[in-house]
């Protein structure tokens, strides 16, 4: 479902065009506006009640309208678009697109296999890409990173307390001295 076709908004609308779209549509589509209509007209209204209320939910909450975007972003490039396209690809289970009165309804969960062509140079392109920019990646890089430069820093730190130690000799003479000390001993 597209929020913003359900508020009938551009997807560059205001947090101000949202709320006036969804105050609009919500007193037309109010379920105590039809409680004498039809029982078809009833539900077809508690429905778009409904939608409009979750395009509201979402599309005024910048945390949850930036996801939105994104998927929306996916499902129309990445995948093909239309209702079955998974977010993240894959199996999983997806709802079935029913046009009725102008108006999407979506019913009857279904378990499929998103269609998308994975043989490309392209495609696996992009998954690289999107392996190597998860949280998780980022995180593993950084922690090698920091692994790796704690190792140097303490590798040229050891040379360094050395030589300020032991002026003049080196690691490998003051090992022959201390082996000439044993054997003078001995």
């Known amino acids: 479902m597209d929020y913003y076709k ?10 101000d065009e949202i709320k006036e779209a969804f105050r609009r549509l919500a007193l037309r589509y109010h379920p105590d506006r039809h409680s004498q209509a039809t029982k ?29 975007n994104v998927r929306l972003y996916q499902n129309r490039y990445s995948c093909g678009g239309g209702a ?24 009857n969960y279904t378990y499929s ?7 490309g140079l392209a495609s696996k392109f992009e998954a690289t890409l999107r392996f190597m920019t998860t949280r998780m990646f980022l995180l593993n890089v950084a922690f090698a990173g920091a692994l790796l430069g704690a190792t140097i820093i303490i590798d040229r730190s050891r040379e360094v307390l050395w030589k300020m130690q032991n002026s003049g000799k080196s690691f490998e003479e003051a090992m022959e001295s201390i082996e000439k000390v044993k054997t003078q001993r001995d």
């Open 84 to 107: 079955t396209s998974a977010y993240g690809q894959g199996y999983g289970y997806h709802r079935q697109q029913h046009s009725h009165r102008g108006y999407e309804r979506y019913e």
């Open 40 to 68: 078809s007209s009833r539900d077809d209204a508690t429905l778009r009640f409904k939608q409009v209320s979750e395009a509201y939910e979402v599309l005024i909450d910048d945390r949850k309208r930036a996801e939105y």
């Open 6 to 15: 359900v508020l009938g908004l551009q997807r560059s609308a205001t947090k």
């Open 113 to 119: 296999r998103a269609t998308r062509d994975t043989s």
